[in-house]
């Protein structure tokens, strides 16, 4: 978790659950705020003017949100800590592969076939790589501004994404678009050339905070070509693209300012989500929600989902860039496209144990907290008190940072863990199982 950010004490499932821990709130992608003063001192994410927008608010005594409609403000905040971490109207969508099994109802849900190599675009290099305008040129047709319902207002949720491939997928964050998707509002894709589409969400998950949406007649629509966020080294420049302030088509540019940071979003533990973000000083703002990171090969590397605010507030009420932003790695985006499309749902990879989390990290491990019955952690001999320090190798500081490293694996897939029980330090292999995303 960053430093400074508000911490929760109660228990998180490792696997199971998506309790926030305080470090990030949902801010931005989905609902637009009207403008209004917001409490003095609070951090806040919100597109002034643009209903689409949500006020949220975190705080040591655990996460907790306000939101402000047309018709005028709810007063309501929780007292804030050094840093919150705030959603930054983008979203995010991280994922694992489901089972074999989930395949079996496919087709009679009519989906098949999922994310192919051959949907995937593979352009050429740019013909002037390192330059922030070769970049713009080639991406920005691939860019899309996202409208969708929100709480019976047209296109009061506001966000971004990007064209995935050939066949009309566009990739967004789910809170852009979950109001309408549960509610089953209309959903609009504005391409760069301001051209409208009519989208339906095809899958959509709360866990990893990604959705997919498919366009009709999508001749117009350029799609992008994918890179990988596992080479990218801090310090490396990045673009990214998006509507910020609903601003269609903004380019801004900056570095790689870290790798790998775990980072809860969500303003409860129904909508919290875990990203092992990639980093960066690029200006993100609410309303980038969703949109593209960018190597500067032009290829996406990311999905902008998240933003820092500073404790004090804002000079003009509404909290933005402080040049703290993060981004779903691309990897887990392949992934969990893949699922959608093949099923039309999202699964999540789980060991059946709770993890503690908040309060001060010791950066010594993840205690677990809570093992249940019959789970892959029982069947692997896990107890309550184990501290575990490394999954396949690789350290683990806290108990965040345990939840983002198990997601990062598939169903069915075995990882070792390195824990230690009673001064003693030894190996376990767990084999993950899977469960539905809550919002398939």
Do not use: C
Not at 155 to 181: C, E, K, L, P, Q
Not at 193 to 214: C, H, M, P, Q
Not at 326 to 332: C, D, G, R, S, Y
């Amino acid at each position: 978790m960053p430093p400074g950010a508000a911490p929760m004490p109660a228990p998180v499932d490792a696997s199971t659950t998506g309790a926030s821990a305080g470090s990030a709130i949902p801010g931005g992608g989905a609902p637009a705020d009207q403008p209004g003063a917001p409490a003095p001192g609070a951090p806040v994410s919100g597109d002034p003017g643009n209903p689409g927008d949500r006020l949220v608010v975190t705080g040591p005594a655990g996460p907790g949100a306000r939101r402000r409609t047309r018709e005028g403000a709810r007063p309501g905040w929780l007292a804030v800590g050094a840093v919150a971490l705030v959603l930054g109207l983008a979203g995010g969508f991280l994922g694992a592969l489901g089972h074999d099994a989930l395949t079996d109802d496919s087709a009679a849900a009519g989906f098949s076939g999922g994310l192919t190599e051959a949907d995937l675009v593979e352009l050429p290099p740019l013909k002037e790589p390192g330059s922030v305008a070769a970049v713009a040129q080639a991406v920005l047709p691939s860019t899309v501004q996202v409208l969708a319902e929100y709480d019976g207002q047209a296109s009061g949720a506001t966000g971004s994404g990007w064209v995935m491939d050939g066949d009309g997928h566009v990739v967004t964050n789910n809170h852009v678009i979950a109001s309408a998707a549960k509610g089953g509002g209309p959903i609009v894709v504005v391409d760069n050339e301001r051209n409208r589409y009519e989208a339906k969400v095809v899958g959509r998950s709360a866990v990893y905070d990604l959705a997919i949406l498919e366009v009709e007649d999508s001749d117009g629509l350029v799609p992008a070509k994918l890179g990988h966020s596992k080479k990218l080294r801090v310090g490396e420049p990045v673009v990214a693209i998006g509507s910020p302030l609903s601003l269609p088509s903004t380019v801004t540019s900056g570095i790689v300012s870290y790798l790998q940071r775990p980072v809860t979003t969500g303003a409860s533990a129904d909508e919290s989500s875990y990203i092992n973000a990639v980093q960066t000083d690029a200006a993100i703002n609410p309303g980038n929600s969703g949109g593209p990171l960018l190597n500067m090969q032009g290829e996406v590397i990311g999905v902008n989902s998240a933003i820092a605010t500073a404790g004090g507030g804002s000079i003009d009420s509404e909290a933005g860039n402080i040049g703290v932003g993060f981004a779903i790695p691309v990897e887990q985006v392949r992934v969990t496209a893949d699922q959608i499309l093949k099923t039309g749902k999202a699964q999540y990879p789980v060991i059946g144990a709770k993890v503690k989390t908040g309060g001060v990290p010791t950066g010594d491990g993840a205690e677990l907290d809570e093992i249940i019955s019959g789970s892959p952690a029982e069947e692997a001999g896990l107890r309550k008190g184990d501290l575990i320090t490394r999954v396949n190798g690789a350290r683990v500081t806290e108990g965040i940072a345990l939840i983002v490293a198990i997601r990062a694996y598939q169903p069915g897939q075995t990882i070792e863990f390195t824990i230690e029980r009673g001064g003693n330090e030894r190996e376990v292999e767990v084999t993950l199982d899977g469960e539905d995303d809550p919002a398939s």
